[in-house]
């Protein structure tokens, strides 16, 4: 009988927290934008999350299921409990691979805020280009038939959302003219920028078919101390930052000649909500307008950290990086050639200043100190727990 008592109890809390939530939801949601993020997890998914929340949307995240929490890291200080009542961020399991998941989410969000998303950001894609050619029709599902997935749901679902899609400078490829702007022609080079390619013109077909408010951001490389440990930039702050304190003794690198235009992921996703607030859907190239090698990025980064590294001179597989001791701290890795190699990107980004009133305010310098700081002070971190242990 107690044991019924309890139970019934038990059972009101759960429905009263479910109430609350739903009422919560439904009048936030009366009163702000609501936006959804494919990609919420990655660096740009996060930065776009944060500031999303900080103009008042409610946010929604689609999130892949993983067997480990590790992939919500770049977002778990803005995720609350649902129940809680200043919740205005929340996860829906889906895959941009499953169409089914996606139109559930958008079902769901339509359930719980009664209205369809006003705005839907499609960063979600398997980013890496080296690994594009080890993955190619994985990449394509996801990178080209993804955005069609993305683009398909609207139409049939939310026609009236306006649709971001994250288009990128590999989608030049082999330049055919620099700098790059919203007139120069494509050129692929990896399966990624061949699906990228896809996923751009069909964002433009639906546009001009069905008059959706869908933009593509031609976004150049964007950094930052999120971004994920394998691709070029933060590969080098963390492995130097770890190596100045004898955590590790070397890195491997594949092509040191590489141009890129590289900017900070925080201005860039500030660019992605300039594009859906404009009256009229359109492509914008969005880069800092400058570029560096690789080796510029490798020796700004040993500036940072005081580390004094010099070239021996050889060219090719050959070459390595040495440092004051005498200690060989740079070796090249063939492996990380790619199959195709993007020799040169900048960006023209005119459009964007003049209609959008874009301008990055991170260049270079700043974004290797940023993210060098950062790697840094990871690495102490982890120099002090390893101290630590060994003490025991
Ligand atoms: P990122 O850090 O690699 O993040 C990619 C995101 O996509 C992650 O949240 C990932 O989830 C998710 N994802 C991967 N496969 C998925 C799938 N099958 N279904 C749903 N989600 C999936 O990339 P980013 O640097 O933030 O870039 C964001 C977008 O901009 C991407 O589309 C990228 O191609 C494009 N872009 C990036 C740059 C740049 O320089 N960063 C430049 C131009 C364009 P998990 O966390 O579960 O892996
Ligand atoms: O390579 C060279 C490599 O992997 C940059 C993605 O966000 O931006 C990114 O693609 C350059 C390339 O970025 C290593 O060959 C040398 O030339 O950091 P990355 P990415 O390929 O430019 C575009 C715009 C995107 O859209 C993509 O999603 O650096 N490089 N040595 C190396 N690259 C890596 N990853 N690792 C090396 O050891």
Redesign the pocket.
């Known amino acids: 009988m107690e044991k019924e008592f309890l139970k019934s109890i038990f059972e009101l809390i759960l429905f009263k927290q479910t109430i609350f939530k739903n009422l919560h939801l439904l009048t936030s949601a009366m009163e702000k934008k609501t936006a959804l993020i ?8 996060s930065y776009l999350a944060e500031l999303l929340l900080n103009k008042g949307y409610l946010v929604y995240g ?3 299921r ?1 067997s480990t929490e590790a ?1 919500t890291e770049r977002i778990d200080h803005l995720l609350k409990d649902v129940h809680e009542s200043g919740a205005r961020i929340f996860r829906h399991y ?4 499953d169409t089914d998941s996606i139109i559930s989410s958008l079902m769901k969000i339509k359930e719980e805020t009664k209205k369809l998303p006003d705005e839907i950001y499609n ?5 890496h280009v080296r690994i594009s050619f080890d993955t190619p029709i994985d990449t394509s599902d ?2 080209g038939l ?1 955005a069609l997935r993305m683009l398909r749901a609207i139409k049939l679902i939310c026609p009236e959302t306006k649709f971001y899609q ?4 590999e989608m030049f490829g082999d330049v055919i003219e620099t700098p790059q702007s919203e007139k120069t022609p494509f050129n692929p080079l990896s399966p990624y920028a061949c699906a990228k390619v896809f996923a751009f013109n069909i964002t433009k077909m639906y546009r001009n078919a069905y008059g959706i408010h869908a933009s593509n951001g031609i ?5 930052s101390e999120r971004r ?1 440990v394998n691709f070029v930039t933060r590969k080098i702050t963390r492995g130097l930052a770890r190596i100045s304190l004898g955590l590790q003794d070397k890195i491997f690198l594949g092509n040191l000649e590489s141009e890129r235009d590289w900017g900070h ?1 925080k201005d860039f996703v500030n660019a992605m909500w300039l594009i859906l607030q404009q009256d009229k859907p359109d492509d914008y190239v969005i880069g800092t307008g400058e570029k560096h090698s690789v080796r510029e990025f490798l020796e700004e980064t040993a500036k940072c950290l005081g580390m004094n590294i010099n070239s021996n001179g050889e060219k090719g597989v050959n070459e390595k990086y040495i440092d004051e001791n005498g200690k060989v701290i740079v070796e090249i890795d063939p492996h990380f050639f790619r199959p195709l190699e993007v020799k040169t990107l900048l960006a023209n980004p005119e459009k964007a200043k003049k209609i959008l009133g874009w301008e990055p305010k991170i260049k270079f310098k700043e974004l290797a100190q940023l993210m060098t700081e950062h790697d840094f002070k990871l690495a102490e971190t982890e120099a002090y727990l390893k101290n630590r242990k060994r003490s025991w």
Request: proline share 0%; glycine share 16%; charged share 10%.
């Open positions: 494919t990609g919420i997890t990655g660096q740009d998914g689609l999130v892949r993983s992939t889906a895959d941009l691979t960063l979600g894609a398997q980013s996801i990178v993804g994250a288009s990128s400078s976004l150049f490389n964007h950094e994920g992921s």
